[in-house]
């Protein structure tokens, strides 16, 4: 295992506002979001079935899978809603000089 250290994401200026937005991160696809909370971010597969959550109904709040409208927290990974069961691996996220950063 490596030491977990802050890694360069995103420019904030490229975050889609209140939305989710799909960003490649090495061999990872994440999922930024950003909420009525501020920015949080997980991996962009659904823990039901791999679907790429960026393309779900996002309210600000919670992320609808566009696959089979499973549902879950953007801010905590919380699976609410089935078929989702398990929840989101999230990602710890700072902003630093206007890039958003990752604890990873
Ligand atoms: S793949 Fe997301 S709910 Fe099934």
New binding site residues.
Partial sequence: MGKQSWQNLIDVADIEKNDATPVQFGQQLLAVYDTVDGYFVSNNR??????N?CDGYFDGKNIE??????LFDARTGVAIAA??TRNLQMIKCRVQHGTLQIYI
């Fill in positions: 659904c823990t039901h079935a791999g679907a959550l899978c566009p696959l089979h409208q499973g078929p989702a």
